[in-house]
């Protein structure tokens, strides 16, 4: 069978496809499935967390390296560059040479780079060692979820990228509380020397227990141009989504870019149907269930991560609370996401990912309809609910869509469709937090110079105007030291006001992603190919 016919969408996809018989019962340690996902969970805990814990320690990397605001701005921009850039290359390298000999790289790759930035005297060297992380990372995610598809049979694959979903969501919700202790504590360089026990705890554990696994027809070439295309149009298209909220959605430059990742992924499709040994096999998007799933993860991430960025901000600028008291207001999501996932890997397996996910995104959905309705005065409870429910959507999403993407490709590029998954989720987050950015200061440009004379504050020209609308954009009421206390009162009334309108309707906008997503979600079934994991070869 063709790489091709292997992902034709054939069968109904919704019986739990049967272990294979000839797979060889793992012995002791080497191997062994749960301490396979015990070791890449390790692994993949480090990169989660990074991707969040950094946040908090921005402020004090740039007092004491005496740093801008647009290089701390890299620390962030680099890491996630080179991460959304690379990890489908990077699933591709765990084809062709083992997905056990990736991960130990980049376990060690993303450790050491850690320990650099731990030790860097100087911004420069930080934001480099930053995009080092994010090529690492970017080896290290398709390799665990290609292990996980190799050493797991097919009726226990769910409840493993369960439990492996459950872990990427704790570590992100918990970086900025963990954050927090660190930078208060003890000192920014501190978040990332965390790393480096970690990351050395899951080499030791990747060196006893990780088995190489290969399929037959694993990939013995590299598509150079392809690689080159796909980079370069993956590069432009990011690079447009974090320079838009700064040079504007009308600037040329933005749409220069844009254009140039269209014109990149065009000639990247093109080639791929020349090449031999492609990148990417574009018939690996005849299979339905697998575009689906690809789709979806776009989709869930703009709405989640999208609206999510407003709700720091709301807690933080709003409701003034400190980054450790935000991220113990955000643990409903978390727990929430703790403990639906492993449930929502059973459901899958037993039901198929149709109803799963389509009811998860529909609990999304309402979830960020529940957050439109958010007030400066809000309660705690009322927002618990509401960020409980949606990590109860997004468990069965990042479990499900996981599989049908990664179950619906052959064997033999399992890493490609690991690449593909978490390139579609940090595409999405990238457009979430650019679209609703745009939504979101629209909204506050059209509403703030109404509002603040209609509570009767002095008139603001518009360069103030436009000071201000920042300010607002983040939920920071602009207030002048020296300002008499019953004005700063009203400023602030204003500001949170408008900034609450504004989340309002970046909220409604994710709501509409995610009904949406709700359709796309039943397009997906049961990976076909599930079942060929645990029978690969052991090398």
């Known amino acids: 069978m063709t790489s091709q016919t292997a992902i034709e969408s054939t069968g109904s996809g919704d019986k739990a496809p049967a272990a294979p018989s000839d797979a060889p019962p793992a012995s002791g340690l080497r191997g062994h499935p749960w301490f396979t996902l015990i070791t890449v969970a390790v692994g993949v805990m480090m990169v989660a967390l990074d991707g969040t ?3 908090i320690a921005n402020p004090a990397i740039q007092k004491d390296l005496e740093a801008s605001f647009a290089d701390v701005q890299w620390i962030t921009n680099g890491y996630f560059l080179a ?3 690379s990890l489908i290359t990077a699933g591709k390298l765990g084809d062709r040479f083992g997905h056990r000999q990736t991960f130990l790289i980049g376990v060690t790759g993303f450790a050491a780079a850690s320990g650099a930035i731990g030790l860097s005297s100087s911004i420069a060297a930080v934001v480099t060692f930053r995009v080092l992380q994010g090529l690492f990372g970017a080896l290290l995610m398709p390799a665990a979820l290609g292990l996980l598809r190799a050493t797991f049979p097919a009726e226990k694959l769910n409840m ?12 992100t ?8 202790v660190l930078v208060e504590h003890v000192n920014w360089q501190s978040v990332f020397f965390i790393n480096v026990p970690v990351g050395a ?5 990747g060196l006893l227990i990780l088995r190489d696994h290969r399929a037959e027809k694993a990939p013995r070439s590299f598509d150079v141009l392809g690689i080159a295309l796909l980079s370069g149009a993956m590069f432009c298209l990011v690079w447009a989504l974090i320079k838009a909220p700064a040079w504007g959605w009308g600037d040329g430059r933005t749409w220069a870019f844009i254009g ?5 992924f065009v000639l990247f499709s093109f080639w791929e149907t020349k090449v031999r040994e492609p ?8 299979s339905v269930p697998l575009s689906a799933g690809v789709a979806l993860m776009v989709l869930m991430a703009i709405a989640f991560m999208g609206g999510l960025f407003f709700v720091t901000f709301y807690l933080q600028n709003v409701h003034g609370m400190s980054p450790i008291d935000a991220g113990l207001h955000l643990l409903p999501l978390t727990g929430m996401m703790i403990v639906a996932s492993p449930l929502a890997g059973v459901a899958i397996t037993k039901l198929g990912p149709r109803v799963p996910l389509a009811g998860g995104m529909i609990a999304t959905a309402v979830a960020m309809y529940g957050m439109s309705t958010l007030k400066a005065d809000t309660g705690s409870a009322v927002m618990s609910v509401w960020f409980a429910l949606l990590g109860l959507g997004l468990a069965p999403v990042m ?25 579609a989720m940090q595409i999405g987050g990238s457009l979430g937090t650019a679209v609703l950015g745009a939504v979101m200061a629209s909204k506050v440009d059209s509403d703030l110079a109404g509002n603040w004379k209609d509570a009767g504050l002095p008139q603001l020209n518009p360069a103030q105007l436009g000071q201000a609308s920042e300010a607002v954009q983040v939920g920071v009421a602009p207030v002048a030291k020296g300002t008499p206390d019953a004005i700063a009162a009203k400023i602030a009334g204003v500001a949170h006001d408008t900034f609450i309108s504004g989340m309002s309707l970046a909220s409604l906008v994710a709501c509409g992603v995610a009904t949406v997503a709700v359709f796309v979600a039943l397009l997906t079934k049961r990976g076909e190919n599930a079942e060929a994991g645990a029978g690969a070869a052991h090398i």
Not at 401 to 423: D, F, K
């Open 399 to 423: 479990v499900g869509a996981t599989e049908v993407i990664v179950g619906n490709a052959p064997m033999e590029l399992s890493g490609v469709a690991g690449g593909l998954q978490q390139a």
């Open 53 to 55: 814990i950094v946040a």
């Open 279 to 286: 990148l990417i096999p574009l018939g690996l998007f005849r």
């Open 173 to 180: 919700a918990g970086g900025p509380i963990l954050g927090g």
């Open 201 to 205: 705890l899951a080499l030791v554990l």
């Open 83 to 85: 991460l959304a850039v």
């Open 260 to 264: 140039a990742s269209a014109v990149g």
């Open 160 to 171: 493993a990228i369960g439990i492996w979903g459950m872990v990427i969501g704790a570590s």
